[in-house]
Nanobody, 116 residues
C-alpha cells in the first residue's frame, strides 16, 4: 500500500488545517485508516482512526477539535484539525491497516507547526 500525505504547514494557535492522505495499492474500502503524530522527542501516538465501517476513535487530546473522515471513491482519508494548539505541533503520519490480510503501511509524514 502506498500512502501520500499532504496538507501540513505553519498555522497560528486557534487556526485550522486539513490533512489528506491518498492511498493506492489496496482495496481502500476494506482498510482501517488512521492518523498518528510524533512530536520532537516523543513517541508516535495515535490521533484518530476510522474503520472500514466508518466507526471512529480519537485521542482524548484531540476530541472535539479534530475530525477524521474518508472518501472511498477517492481512496483518501482526511483529518480536519480545528482550534489548533502549539502542543499539536508534530509530524503527522497516515496509516493503513488490514488485520485480515496482515498489513500495516505508513505514509511519509507531513509536518504541522502551530505557533503561539
Amino acid at each position: 500500500v502506498q500512502l501520500q500525505a499532504c496538507g501540513g504547514g505553519l498555522v497560528q494557535a486557534g487556526g485550522s488545517l486539513r490533512l489528506s492522505c491518498a492511498a493506492s495499492g489496496s482495496i481502500f474500502s476494506r482498510d482501517d485508516m488512521a492518523w498518528y503524530r510524533q512530536a520532537p522527542g516523543k513517541q508516535r501516538e495515535l490521533v484518530a482512526l476510522i474503520g472500514s465501517d466508518y466507526s471512529t476513535n480519537y485521542a482524548d487530546s484531540v476530541k472535539g477539535r479534530f475530525t477524521i473522515s474518508r472518501d472511498n471513491a477517492k481512496n483518501t482519508v482526511y483529518l480536519q484539525m480545528n482550534s489548533l494548539k502549539p502542543d499539536d505541533t508534530a509530524v503527522y503520519y497516515c496509516n493503513a491497516r488490514n488485520f485480515h490480510y496482515g498489513y500495516s503501511s505508513w505514509g511519509q509524514g507531513t509536518l504541522v507547526t502551530v505557533s503561539s
